[in-house]
């Protein structure tokens, strides 16, 4: 990490102190966390039944651009995000299949295998647009007897009742006492009143009510024995056990999509404050949606693309590839709470625009100060004030377009010295180091773009190579299936095998 000097490393968040969207009010709040200088933030983490789509990335992103700035200005952070691998239904309701399990079923696999396939195919994801792995990231299914505590607890204490082996929140009882939409901003009376009485909503007193525990049928394979009989637990209820159990019963941040705040969020509200009496976060952050043509991007709505056919091009609305640092860089040109609409065209700049800055970046890495004493006083003072506005806008409730914006105007100040339009003994050492580390640390540290390397090229290849000469092996074994598949596998990414005399082969990227 470039900090100004090292021993303002711990103080650097006091000379910018943050101010934050609190969704729980709606205003800019000044950050001052439980424990000064340690941050506790909490990100509802994937459900892992299917591949991340773009739009996922997105929320993710800007996660970690906040776990990245914290840190960079001197916070022990610790960040936990976890793996959904049970309760989350296809409806949010408490309706319908488990999405996990359903999968399985019409993967023929265990549910499991489900999980690792898709946790593997996320990990894998987070890396390519270098997002940093969190610093806890624990699973629904390794806290089931976590969740089973608190739902007994919440029975005890009123809030929670069961019914043929299920046990519900009962949100009209928590309500007397304590504000159900706190976070939302619903109205419980008008909650009652809206929406159908959807199928299998009988056992509960009344429809807002929430499931914290379901009784499994027979053929339900995801089941755990409970004091209520075999079951599995509601979605809801994870993130409440997760956060609290790894940050304590009040901690700094909770983050997710927009679309959870409800009911996802506002339902973790009320099983943290039924349990445990007191408000379990002091900070709500949402990000806002990915959108295509002004529409969410999500899977069901069939508008969504992965990752994948982003870096091939292969897809409809894709009129080429785009590498993952040029998508990185289009979506910190807006602000997290903004909605932002892919376009290709937008894309495009955004490719020449990561190309600049990393240019630039290429050459103050090499340049080093001659030594001069002396500085000119007016350009010091500009290039402090670039350094300090990096700092400002990343301060000011984590603006990356505006950081961008300021590294621009950098970036044409390092190409002026490499052009000799600005001699660098113009500056004093402690002015040109200030600046360079500035520059160095706000790209890579905390927006983490970086050069797309040519030693990936090379792995690329590489790994090609290796599949062709299977291919070759497989066919030479009249394996023509394996063979078919590993053609066909590839040109799903956007590689074209090309079959040539004498059993040769050759490719080509789509
Ligand atoms: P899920 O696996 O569906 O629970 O989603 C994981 C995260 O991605 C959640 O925080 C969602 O809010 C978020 N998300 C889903 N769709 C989008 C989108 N189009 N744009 C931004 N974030 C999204
Ligand atoms: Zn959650």
Not at 15 to 32: A, C, M, R, V, W
Not at 52 to 81: A, E
Not at 277 to 303: A, R
Not at 358 to 367: D, F, G, P, T, V
């Amino acid at each position: 990490m470039y900090f100004r000097n090292s021993n303002s490393l711990k103080t650097v968040y006091k000379k910018f102190p943050i101010q934050l969207t609190n969704s729980l009010s709606g205003n800019k709040e000044i950050f001052q966390p439980v424990n000064p200088g340690h941050v506790g933030m909490y990100v509802c983490g994937p459900t892992v039944y299917s591949n991340v789509h773009l739009g996922n990335v997105r929320t993710f992103l800007s996660f970690d651009i906040i776990t990245r700035y914290l840190k960079y200005i001197g916070y022990k952070v610790r960040y936990v995000r976890n793996i959904t691998d049970v309760g989350h239904l296809e409806n949010d309701a408490d309706e319908g299949e488990d999405k996990i399990a359903k999968k399985a079923r019409l993967e023929q696999l265990e549910p499991m295998e489900i999980v690792k396939n898709y946790t593997e195919d996320f990990h894998t994801v987070m890396r390519q647009f270098n997002i940093l792995p969190p610093s806890i990231e624990p699973s629904a299914t390794g806290h089931i007897v976590e969740q089973i505590e608190i739902t007994k607890k919440l029975i005890e204490n009123g809030f929670a009742y069961e019914v043929n082996g299920s046990i519900y929140f009962d949100v009209t009882k928590y309500n007397e006492k304590h504000n159900y939409g706190i976070l939302s901003g619903r109205v419980i009376e008008e909650l009652m009143e809206s929406g159908r009485q959807l199928d299998g909503q009988d056992e509960k007193r009344n429809k807002i009510d929430f499931a914290l525990w379901k009784k499994a049928s027979p053929y339900h394979i995801m089941r755990w024995h409970s004091p209520w009989g075999d079951g599995f637990p509601g979605w809801h209820i994870e993130c409440t056990v997760m956060s609290t159990k790894y940050l304590g019963s009040s901690f700094d941040i909770h983050g997710g999509g927009m679309d959870l705040k409800f009911p996802h969020h506002e339902c973790e509200i009320a099983q943290a404050v039924g349990a445990n009496g007191k408000d379990p976060v002091k900070y709500w952050m949402h990000t806002n949606m990915l959108t295509v043509n002004g529409q969410k991007m999500s899977k069901s709505l069939g508008n969504s693309f992965l990752p994948s056919e982003l870096f091939s091009g292969n897809h409809p609305l894709l009129e080429k590839g785009f590498g993952p640092m040029p998508v990185r860089f289009f979506m910190l040109q807006s602000h997290y709470s903004s909605t932002l609409d892919f376009s290709n065209e937008a894309l495009g700049s955004s490719e020449k625009g990561f190309r600049k800055l990393i240019n630039a970046l290429a050459i103050i890495k090499k340049l080093d100060h001659p030594g001069s004493q002396q500085g000119d006083a007016a350009l010091e003072t500009e290039l402090n004030r670039l350094v300090d506005e990096c700092y400002l806008n990343m301060s000011d409730d984590f603006n990356t377009a505006k950081t961008l914006a300021v590294l621009f105007e950098m970036s044409a100040r390092i190409n002026d010295i490499k052009s000799g339009n600005l001699s660098l003994n113009k500056l004093t050492s402690e002015c040109f180091t200030t600046f360079k580390n500035a520059y160095i640390g706000f790209m890579e540290n905390v927006l983490g773009l970086k050069e797309e390397k040519a030693q990936d090229d090379e792995l690329l290849n590489g790994t090609i190579n290796v599949l062709i000469e299977l291919r070759k092996k497989a066919r030479t074994d009249k394996n023509f299936a394996l063979s078919d598949k590993i053609r066909d596998d590839l040109k799903a990414l956007g590689i074209q095998l090309k079959d040539g005399k004498e059993g040769d082969m050759s490719y080509t990227f789509e």
